[in-house]
């Protein structure tokens, strides 16, 4: 009997850990991610100046050299920490425009971006170093980022011992952090506020990267640049530059440091193809062509004043009057750096001479009181996206009754309510923008008549829906088709099924295999009975 009750005990558990292994394979394999790395801090040294721009000069001493030289130092140490990749604007004596510069930067989606500067002063007197960061007026926390490196930075300058060159103490002295506001309007930021003065800087906030300028030394201060020329020096320098990144950014030496891209300069000159010098708003626009560079990349043209010039691929439109500089750059690739033209190519744009047309667009009649709606829109000038930038005002005997803005197509609507009877003499007094490239005469005018009765029927306003209009012209009720507008997608229930993760799941699964070990079991004892 007691070998019986083993035998079925013995069945019993087998057939127990039969059902576990069934419900452990029928459980859905858990996703569990790795942790993985973080993703690779991406640097931007920028050695400022380089091909037919040396920068400062002082005698035989070109600053673009000296940067260089620095770059090349802080790139090398900055290569032997993990998870960082260092990349170079030029690497070789060549023409890249700081528009560019900045806009490799964010080709290559560098999370800082450091231009490396020499000074220059009228007195020999003073000297150090000093970085330049944004000025804060947008994007503000990009202006702490950039700070905040730049303090490191210049902490540790001046913990450098450079003795034999004169320096004060054998140290190099830091003038601080400093800011410069452009005054230039065509400038500021898409917010209206002031933009930085300096290109590298202002194109860095636009393009959400930290950026900086550190003008190193003096070149005119005798102690600075002794210790310039002194390729030691400069070691040290790029050297606690990349020190200060480092710490910056949690960056460790643990001996895996990442293999560093080889990049490579282009050695042919680009030239920016012939440009009409002289033009008209509303001009036709013109193409523009390039040649040199490297054998195999994209030209890419632009203007430092959008608001003169905008330029859509090798198109140049013609949109406003004034002054705007052309300019183009070849890419090659990540590795392969871009090279500009020398030298940019001024446009003088004139603006047109024209007159102001005016109309009465409607008027009607709303809780007792008229409404007109006059037109505005220049005589000549309207095409290629050339249009007015001011405002239009309307005064009736000296009294403001509306203003109005230009619109895209070139028409400037005003509409003015609470008009009583009686006869009406509207002057119109145009305001020119900014960058307007129109010249309109003031002092138009334009007589209208407001009757007593107003023959123009009252506009009505048609409901806002999302279905079809009626036959009749009215909104849809809500109808079934409406109704499964708001019922949840497929997507919607898949959504709620992940938020309950595999509960459900596993609950059903669960219950089955319970009850196909329950009927398991029953079998086995009935089948002992027998």
């Given at each position: 009997?007691?070998?019986?009750?083993?035998?079925?005990?013995?069945?019993?558990?087998?057939?127990?850990?039969l059902c576990c292994a069934l419900i452990v394979s029928c459980v859905p394999a858990t996703n569990h991610t790795s942790v993985q790395a973080a993703d690779p801090l991406i640097v931007m040294l920028d050695p400022g100046h380089g091909g037919e721009d040396?920068?400062?000069?002082?005698?035989?001493?070109?600053?673009?050299?000296?940067?260089?030289?620095?770059?090349?130092?802080?790139?090398?140490?900055?290569?032997?920490?993990?998870?960082?990749?260092?990349?170079?604007?030029?690497?070789?004596?060549?023409?890249?425009?700081?528009?560019?510069?900045?806009?490799?930067?964010?080709?290559?989606?560098?999370?800082?971006?450091?231009?490396?500067?020499?000074?220059?002063?009228?007195?020999?007197?003073?000297?150090?170093?000093?970085?330049?960061?944004?000025?804060?007026?947008?994007?503000?926390?990009?202006?702490?980022?950039?700070?905040?490196?730049?303090?490191?930075?210049?902490?540790?300058?001046?913990?450098?011992?450079?003795?034999?060159?004169?320096?004060?103490?054998?140290?190099?002295?830091?003038?601080?952090?400093?800011?410069?506001?452009?005054?230039?309007?065509?400038?500021?930021?898409?917010?209206?506020?002031?933009?930085?003065?300096?290109?590298?800087?202002?194109?860095?906030?636009?393009?959400?990267?930290?950026?900086?300028?550190?003008?190193?030394?003096?070149?005119?201060?005798?102690?600075?640049?002794?210790?310039?020329?002194?390729?030691?020096?400069?070691?040290?320098?790029?050297?606690?530059?990349?020190?200060?990144?480092?710490?910056?950014?949690?960056?460790?030496?643990?001996?895996?440091?990442?293999?560093?891209?080889?990049?490579?300069?282009?050695?042919?000159?680009?030239?920016?193809?012939?440009?009409?010098?002289?033009?008209?708003?509303?001009?036709?626009?013109?193409?523009?062509?390039?040649?040199?560079?490297?054998?195999?990349?994209?030209?890419?043209?632009?203007?430092?004043?959008?608001?003169?010039?905008?330029?859509?691929?090798?198109?140049?439109?013609?949109?406003?009057?004034?002054?705007?500089?052309?300019?183009?750059?070849?890419?090659?690739?990540?590795?392969?750096?871009?090279?500009?033209?020398?030298?940019?190519?001024?446009?003088?744009?004139?603006?047109?001479?024209?007159?102001?047309?005016?109309?009465?667009?409607?008027?009607?009649?709303?809780?007792?009181?008229?409404?007109?709606?006059?037109?505005?829109?220049?005589?000549?000038?309207?095409?290629?996206?050339?249009?007015?930038?001011?405002?239009?005002?309307?005064?009736?005997?000296?009294?403001?009754?509306?203003?109005?803005?230009?619109?895209e197509d070139g028409s400037c609507r005003l509409q003015v309510s609470g008009i009583t009877p009686g006869n009406y003499t509207f002057s119109v007094s145009y305001e020119a923008g900014k960058f307007d490239g129109f010249t309109i005469a003031n002092s138009?005018?334009?007589?209208?008549?407001?009757?007593?009765?107003?023959?123009?029927?009252?506009?009505?306003?048609?409901?806002?829906?999302?279905?079809?209009?009626?036959?009749?012209?009215?909104?849809?009720?809500?109808?079934?088709?409406?109704?499964?507008?708001?019922?949840?997608?497929?997507?919607?229930?898949?959504?709620?099924?992940?938020?309950?993760?595999?509960?459900?799941?596993?609950?059903?699964?669960?219950?089955?295999?319970?009850?196909?070990?329950?009927?398991?079991?029953?079998?086995?004892?009935?089948?002992?009975?027998?």
């Amino acid at each position: 009997m007691k070998a019986v009750l083993e035998g079925k005990m013995h069945k019993i558990l087998f057939s127990l850990l039969l059902c576990c292994a069934l419900i452990v394979s029928c459980v859905p394999a858990t996703n569990h991610t790795s942790v993985q790395a973080a993703d690779p801090l991406i640097v931007m040294l920028d050695p400022g100046h380089g091909g037919e721009d040396p920068g400062v000069v002082r005698g035989t001493n070109e600053e673009s050299v000296f940067n260089l030289k620095i770059v090349e130092a802080c790139k090398a140490e900055l290569a032997t920490y993990d998870n960082v990749i260092v990349y170079m604007t030029r690497v070789i004596e060549n023409d890249i425009s700081t528009y560019e510069r900045s806009m490799y930067a964010k080709q290559l989606d560098a999370d800082v971006f450091i231009s490396f500067h020499i000074n220059s002063y009228s007195s020999a007197s003073v000297g150090g170093a000093e970085v330049y960061v944004p000025c804060g007026n947008y994007r503000p926390q990009l202006a702490t980022k950039a700070s905040q490196l730049a303090n490191k930075i210049l902490a540790n300058f001046t913990a450098l011992e450079l003795p034999g060159y004169g320096l004060t103490n054998d140290r190099l002295k830091s003038r601080g952090l400093k800011t410069r506001n452009a005054e230039d309007e065509r400038l500021e930021y898409p917010d209206g506020s002031k933009g930085d003065y300096y290109e590298v800087i202002r194109m860095g906030v636009r393009n959400e990267i930290p950026a900086m300028i550190i003008e190193h030394a003096y070149i005119t201060n005798p102690a600075d640049l002794k210790m310039l020329q002194d390729d030691a020096a400069l070691v040290k320098l790029g050297q606690a530059t990349a020190k200060a990144i480092a710490a910056q950014y949690g960056l460790t030496k643990t001996g895996n440091a990442l293999e560093q891209p080889v990049q490579t300069g282009q050695t042919q000159e680009v030239f920016l193809g012939s440009v009409p010098s002289n033009v008209t708003v509303g001009d036709a626009p013109f193409t523009l062509t390039a040649t040199g560079g490297a054998p195999t990349g994209e030209y890419v043209y632009y203007t430092n004043n959008p608001d003169i010039i905008r330029i859509e691929g090798d198109k140049a439109y013609i949109v406003g009057a004034g002054e705007a500089n052309l300019r183009v750059t070849r890419y090659g690739g990540g590795t392969l750096t871009p090279r500009s033209a020398t030298f940019a190519s001024k446009v003088k744009v004139s603006a047109v001479q024209t007159q102001l047309k005016l109309s009465v667009v409607e008027n009607f009649r709303a809780n007792g009181a008229q409404t007109v709606v006059f037109d505005c829109r220049p005589a000549t000038g309207i095409q290629n996206g050339a249009v007015p930038s001011g405002t239009v005002t309307l005064y009736k005997n000296q009294t403001k009754v509306g203003t109005g803005t230009f619109a895209e197509d070139g028409s400037c609507r005003l509409q003015v309510s609470g008009i009583t009877p009686g006869n009406y003499t509207f002057s119109v007094s145009y305001e020119a923008g900014k960058f307007d490239g129109f010249t309109i005469a003031n002092s138009q005018s334009l007589n209208y008549t407001v009757e007593e009765n107003v023959a123009t029927p009252i506009p009505t306003i048609a409901p806002t829906h999302n279905g079809t209009l009626a036959p009749d012209g009215t909104a849809p009720t809500a109808s079934a088709e409406m109704s499964a507008s708001i019922a949840p997608t497929p997507e919607e229930d898949g959504g709620f099924v992940a938020m309950l993760g595999n509960t459900p799941i596993l609950i059903i699964l669960g219950v089955s295999v319970v009850l196909v070990a329950a009927a398991i079991v029953i079998l086995i004892i009935f089948r002992e009975r027998k």
